[in-house]
């Protein structure tokens, strides 16, 4: 068994996003958009309440006209 | 004495209707104004004369024969190029869809057909409406009609450029952080940005499905409330379509200012993003000038506009990484290369990300409609500054969180911009920005229609 090479982070965060082309032919995109998701979601505070229910809230089909219900 | 190009959707459809001229004369006269400056501005990246010839004949046969269908019969909107006509492609200024044929038009553009509305051009966007102008596409990007050299807002650009150059009275624009906004704020028009669900979406490309809004473009005041009245309405296909009648948005507009109170929203100007000196000094004036005529004005506290545009972006880019993730995945270099490292962010962002922000959005949402318990109408900043140059790619990129549109987008709730001055450095327009509670169009074209009446904006156009 030969040595591995080990891979950056960029290079784990990009394949587990599938991103295998984009890796190869742009890598320096690759690694800006990485740092700009962290920033993004660093950009505003998480509800304090554990239980608040995000937007917008799940609403269960109107049954439909003929439906056997 | 205006000439034909120069007429407003109201006043060529009342030189129609009293037959001083035709819609072919009026369509025509438009055609010569776009081979006239078109080249400048770049604004449309398909022209459908011809068609919207053959419908403009039509239309003056069926006016003549048994009256106008509405107020929009035989009049010519253009279509920003992520809008579904039927016979031809919606490229969305990309080469991945050069040859993405439609056929069938999109809901909003079926609607404003029934009315008699003809199309002419399909009109530049920045790709996808998220890359910004680019120099890298299949079409060039579109210019500033008070400046060439400067950039005409987007990512509804070609909209803003053509209505703001006098090539067509009207045009329809999409707006998921501010793309009908950004364009009328530096072109000097009238956008809308109406209540979320209002006008369907069926048709458009989606760009993100809880923020993406389509909306009109117009000179004016009075144009903007008759358009958006023939484009709202209930869409059963569209999930998103509120179940909202529509209604008569010009019914208000002659009553004025006096009793309405408005709430200036300063913070987002003077201390989250500070604006320019002059757009400041602008808005300050509009505000004065607003409860000289009647209107009360109080200062109005929300959250910061950076949560705001925060909570934006996040869920921007999650959903519009479930649009592109395959393109992007397989064919990245195809992509303006501004397009792409504005959507790759996306496939990054965790799904927690995404919920934490569709919490935080609830939030927001009931920030501001406590506000609308103490107001009838915000005044905000639309843009802190005045279009930067367009091939200055680090101005551009730094328009983006300067501006006070995204919180609309992540509410929900209807906005509008609106000429505000003219900066002295650099003759661009200023602008600013009313926005109303849920379903309060009406609300925002009363108060907007008694500003332009008595400001000096109006008549001002670019010389081109």
Redesign the interface.
């Not at chain 1, 996003?17 to 984009?22: E, L, N």
């Not at chain 1, 993004?40 to 509800?47: H, L, Q, R, T």
């Not at chain 1, 608040?52 to 917008?56: D, K, L, V």
């Given at each position: 068994m030969g040595a591995t090479i080990p891979m950056t982070e960029e290079a784990i965060?990009a394949r587990a996003?599938?991103?295998?082309?984009?890796l190869k032919?742009?890598p320096k995109?690759?690694a800006?958009?990485?740092a700009?998701?962290?920033r993004?979601?660093?950009?505003?505070?998480?509800?304090a309440n554990e239980t608040?229910?995000?937007?917008?809230a799940y609403a269960a089909p109107t049954p439909a006209k003929g439906s056997r219900a | 004495m205006k000439a034909l190009h120069e007429l407003s959707l109201t006043e060529a459809s009342a030189g129609i209707a009293r037959r001083r001229f035709s819609p072919v004369e009026y369509l025509d006269a438009l055609q010569a104004r776009a081979e006239d400056v078109g080249g400048k501005v770049n604004a449309i990246v398909r022209p459908l004369w011809d068609e919207a010839r053959a419908q403009a004949v039509k239309a003056g046969r069926r006016m003549a024969r048994s009256g106008p269908r509405s107020a929009l019969d035989g009049l010519p909107v253009g279509l920003k190029d992520i809008i579904d006509i039927a016979g031809h492609p919606t490229t969305c200024h990309s080469r991945i869809l050069l040859d993405n044929q439609k056929s069938a038009d999109a809901a909003v553009v079926a609607r404003l057909r029934a009315a008699g509305a003809i199309f002419p051009a399909k009109l530049a966007t920045h790709e996808f409406a998220i890359g910004g102008p680019a120099f890298d596409l299949p079409f060039p990007p579109a210019r500033n009609p008070w400046n060439t050299a400067h950039h005409p807002g987007g990512s509804s650009s070609g909209s803003g450029a053509a209505v703001g150059a006098n090539i067509l009275p009207a045009a329809l624009g999409t707006d998921t952080g501010g793309s009908v906004r950004h364009p009328a704020s530096h072109c000097g028009i009238v956008g809308m940005k109406a209540t979320y669900g209002l006008v369907s979406r069926r048709g458009v490309f989606p760009l993100a499905f809880t923020l993406d809004h389509v909306g009109p473009m117009t000179r004016t005041v009075a144009d903007n409330a008759l358009l958006l009245g023939m484009m709202a309405g209930h869409d059963a296909l569209d999930p998103g379509s509120a179940a909202h009648k529509p209604e008569n948005y010009a019914r208000q507009m002659k009553k004025g200012l006096r009793g309405l109170t408005i709430g200036y929203v300063r913070h987002f100007h003077e201390k989250d993003q500070p604006a320019s000196a002059e757009m400041a000094a602008a808005l300050d004036a509009a505000a004065k000038l607003m409860g000289k005529e009647g209107a009360k004005i109080k200062t109005i506290t929300l959250p910061s506009l950076n949560e705001f545009a925060g909570v934006n972006r996040a869920i921007l880019m999650a959903e519009a990484a479930a649009i592109h993730g395959k393109w992007l995945r397989e064919r990245p270099g195809d992509y303006a290369n501004l397009t792409l490292r504005r959507l790759l962010p996306g496939l990054f962002m965790r799904a927690e990300d995404y919920v934490q922000a569709q919490r935080r959005r609830r939030e927001l949402v009931a920030a501001v409609e406590a506000a609308f318990a103490e107001v009838d109408l915000l005044l905000t900043a639309s843009s802190m500054d005045v279009a930067c140059k367009i091939d200055d790619a680090e101005a551009v990129e730094i328009t983006y969180p300067r501006q006070a549109r995204t919180p609309f987008n992540v509410t929900g709730h209807p906005a509008l911009t609106m000429m505000c001055g003219i900066s002295r450095a650099e003759g661009l327009p200023l602008s600013l920005q009313l926005v109303g509670p849920s379903f309060g169009e009406a609300a925002i074209y009363r108060a907007a229609a008694a500003y332009e009446r008595a400001a000096p904006w109006k008549d001002l156009r670019p010389a081109l």
């Open positions: 965060l996003a599938g991103i295998t082309t984009g032919t742009h995109e690759v800006e958009a990485i700009a998701s962290r993004i979601a660093g950009a505003f505070k998480a509800p608040a229910e995000p937007m917008p | -």
